[in-house]
């Protein structure tokens, strides 16, 4: 989405800014409600807390962290985060509209190649134990398809208070 240029992080290797970059983008997700300079703050808490801890794969930005250039190059990084996962949030009604549209079309297509199939053994027994159990007319089912049997037997349970779905 943005393609930024920062001087201190190239510096770094591959694997260092890859894991620094993916480090803040979680950690702005976190904390996406607050302002860059306190997140910058909670950052600079979070890998002095890590450091602390003796167990920390960020021990090779102590000596950075208190750079100018790197303060700069990570709040850009803040800023272009928050840009993200506010544009992120924009467009969440526009994902859910193409869901839903693409449910459908699922559905439709299922339906389409069921209309196509012929009906399988289970359901046609199912079919007979319903309309002997509920004393319903057997439909001559030669010609039918899946979907056909699959909607006479929603009509059939539907029609006694079952609302079971296959």
Not at 115 to 130: A, D, G, M, V
Request: with cysteine.
């Amino acid at each position: 989405m943005y393609n930024l240029r920062f001087f201190v992080l190239d510096s770094f290797s591959k694997n260092q800014k890859s894991s620094l970059l993916s480090f803040l983008k979680c950690f702005v997700k976190k904390y996406q409600t607050l302002d860059v300079d306190t997140i910058w703050q909670n950052f600079i808490e979070e890998i002095e807390y890590r450091t602390a801890m003796q167990g920390n794969s960020f021990s090779w930005m102590k000596e950075f962290l208190y750079d100018e250039k790197f303060e700069k190059d990570v709040k850009n990084v803040i800023r272009e985060k928050i840009k993200y996962f506010q544009y992120k949030e924009q467009q969440k009604p526009f994902y859910e509209k193409q869901k839903a549209e693409a449910k459908i079309a699922r559905r439709r297509a299922t339906e389409w190649r069921q209309s196509h199939e012929k009906p399988t053994k289970r359901q046609l027994s199912y079919y007979s134990s319903l309309c002997f159990k509920y004393k319903e007319e057997k439909v001559d089912l030669n010609d039918k398809s899946k979907l056909d049997l699959k909607n006479l037997i929603s009509e059939i349970l539907e029609k006694h208070g079952k609302n079971d779905e296959l």
